[in-house]
């Protein structure tokens, strides 16, 4: 316990000296003339995020596309094995991780897309509801939950008894009381379409969502409450039904914020890593790029390859920004 208290005093000292310094260094640069003092102000706050960054962001990305290049020795990183671009041929290349690759598409087209779906209808719907502020949280609580307790919880739904008269899988017990056979959900790697994602795999995306469309709901509804009065009142005059002037004037309007909540969960999507390490762990074809990247990294000892795949999601996420970035652009311009 004295040790515990050491630590954090020794922890609260530091913030404490760091606070004085950044506050002595504010205090000199109010002596410096005009414009001086202004961009030396500004540095002062600046600097020290900007140091974090490098320290935290910067110098491990390029460290990672450092190891992404050479290959493993054992358990160590052989440095003086210099292997190019061919962990990421070998990515490429390996059936099993083009099926990642695929699942991972999967999980942004199917998560991303019902994701927002839901959170836009929610919106809507909700909008002209009594009671509307109950139905919103109840959409929003499961957003208050981690990744891994909803893949724990989702377990228990999808889990399948050894004894078929006492099922305590949700999901198995309602079959069992229609009559129908439980199944082992976790487990069934069937695609009923060529091309189309595993039933596994789906069912786990069904997780995401479940947490994702109520952040979604709460951002959207937001946006839709913004639009004017105005616009919807010319709509109704036009002759247009509910329905159209939500797709013909709400949409439009609130597209920018379609887009943000949409790049922002394509991002969770491709980091997506606690839902499957608390469910199948990756196994039966369910595997994402995130928990490969941890797989090939630490229990297989293939930094070179996990820093490769670490590169691939950074490449991926890029152009997702970029575009979030554009479209926040243009809606400033146009307001």
């Not at 997780?207 to 839709?224: D, E, N, R, Y």
Request: some cysteine; proline content about 4%; aromatic content about 10%.
């Amino acid at each position: 316990m004295g040790d515990l208290i050491a630590t954090f005093g020794t922890a609260l000292a530091g913030i404490a000296i760091f606070l004085l310094v950044l506050l002595g260094i504010y205090f000199v640069t109010g002596f410096l003339p005009g414009r001086s003092k202004e961009r030396s102000r500004v540095a002062v706050f600046l600097g020290p995020a900007l140091l974090f960054l490098l320290i935290g962001l910067l110098i491990p990305a390029i460290r990672t596309i450092f190891i992404s290049l050479y290959t493993n020795k054992g358990d160590a990183l052989d440095v003086n094995k210099f292997v190019g671009l061919s962990n990421y041929r070998k990515i490429f290349g390996d059936k099993a991780t083009r099926m990642v690759l695929l699942n991972n598409l999967w999980w942004v087209i199917l998560g991303t897309g019902f994701s927002v779906g839901v959170g836009l209808a929610v919106a809507r719907i909700a909008d002209q509801m009594k009671a509307e502020r109950v139905w919103k949280s109840l959409i929003f609580l499961p957003t208050a939950i981690s990744m891994v307790g909803a893949g724990i919880i989702w377990r228990f739904v999808y889990n399948k008894s050894p004894d078929p008269s006492h099922e305590f899988g949700l999901l198995n017990a309602v079959l069992t009381k229609v009559g129908a056979s439980p199944r082992i959900w976790l487990l069934q790697q069937q695609n009923y379409v060529a091309g189309a994602p595993h039933l596994n795999t789906v069912l786990l995306i069904v997780i995401f969502i479940w947490i994702q469309a109520g952040f979604c709901t709460t951002v959207l509804s937001a946006a839709v409450k913004g639009v004017p009065d105005s616009l919807k009142e010319a709509a109704s005059i036009d002759g247009a039904t509910d329905l159209q002037a939500f797709r013909k004037v709400t949409i439009p309007y609130i597209m920018p914020t379609i887009v943000a909540v949409s790049t922002t969960t394509i991002i969770a999507v491709l980091k997506v890593f606690d839902i499957i390490q608390s469910t199948t762990g990756g196994n039966f074809n369910t595997d994402v790029l995130a928990n490969e990247m941890y797989d090939k990294t630490y229990p297989q000892n293939q930094p070179g390859y996990g820093a490769a795949l670490a590169v691939i999601i950074f490449v991926v996420v890029v152009p997702v920004v970029i575009v979030n970035l554009r479209s926040q652009r243009r809606a400033r311009e146009i307001a």
